[in-house]
């Protein structure tokens, strides 16, 4: 194992890879627990569909990709986290309405101009291989930023994540954390595509919260164990994918799929 991952270094692809994906996994571990907590496990799904949408409409436009993906998933972020309480039309039935339509866009966009590309199936299901040294160091300097807000402000994430109407009552500026979190998610979400997949990038964002609240009942506990079982799964997942020459992304998830089920039978012994 302590092998495998030393000759990783040895592959500048793999090098980028371990790279991105660690602080990628670092800041989507972070931001899940505060998207649990607000009930929207499935915004990660739903806005990784838009974000490929937006993607192929940067194709048409033969434009970059993260310049028109992320104000997009942006826009639907912000739209999503301040939505009324009490709305006609359920949360969950928005976040599916928008992502399949979105999805179906994007594939009638390039089926239309120019047919399903290598390039648009990689963004689908992710490849390291697509990985350039400007994404890498876009994400580390984005991971960092969005860590740096976390934590600096990490209190008010608690206050707007667990209730809106308490962190009103103290004093939190409610609108700004929900689009300072919707801001962080978009760039994750954008910014993981290309390695994890616009089909797979919601479960490095959802599952190591699920599994951290599992056992953990206090939010500081539930922040740490969550970023680091999501950057153990990731490194397991790509050593993995490195070693049996599987895809990488369908390795992490299925590795974080594992650590779930270990957490919930650890839950039921602890139960006991």
């Keep these: 194992m302590i092998d495998c991952i030393l000759s990783i270094f040895e592959y500048d692809f793999m090098f980028r890879a371990l790279v991105t994906g660690v602080a990628l996994c670092a800041c989507a571990s972070v931001i899940g627990v505060s998207l649990v907590l ?5 915004m990660g799904d739903g806005l990784s569909h838009v974000g490929f949408g937006a993607l192929c409409f940067s194709v048409v436009l033969n434009a970059s990709a993260l310049y028109v993906s992320i104000p997009i998933v942006l826009a639907c972020a912000f739209v999503l986290l301040n939505l009324p309480g009490k709305t006609k039309i359920q949360k969950d039935s928005i976040i599916a309405v928008m992502s399949t339509a979105a999805l179906a866009s994007g594939v009638m966009i390039i089926s239309v101009t120019e ?14 291989l697509s990985l ?17 807000i976390f934590f600096m402000f ?22 700004l954390f ?13 910014l993981g595509m290309k390695m ?3 089909l797979l990038i919601s479960n490095i964002i959802v599952v190591p919260a699920i599994c951290a609240m599992m056992i953990f009942k206090s939010y500081k506990a539930v922040v740490f164990h969550s970023l680091i079982a999501s950057m153990l799964c990731f ?14 992304g369908a390795s992490i998830v299925l590795i974080n799929m594992l650590s779930l089920l270990i957490h ?4 039921l012994l602890l139960n006991r």
């Design 115 to 128: 047919g399903i590309n290598t390039d648009i199936c990689n963004y689908l299901f992710g490849s390291i």
């Design 132 to 148: 350039t040294d400007e994404d890498m160091y876009i994400c580390l300097i984005s991971s960092v930023l969005i860590l740096l």
């Design 235 to 248: 490194l397991i997942g790509l050593v993995l994918s490195f070693e049996l020459s599987t895809p990488t």
């Design 178 to 190: 929900n689009t300072i979190l919707a801001l962080m998610s978009a760039l994750v979400i954008v």
């Design 38 to 42: 607000k009930h929207y496990s499935m």
């Design 196 to 198: 994890m997949g616009a």
């Design 264 to 267: 919930f039978l650890l839950k």
């Design 154 to 175: 990490f209190r008010n994430f608690f206050s707007v994540g667990f209730d809106m109407t308490f962190a009103k009552v103290q004093g939190v500026n409610v609108k």
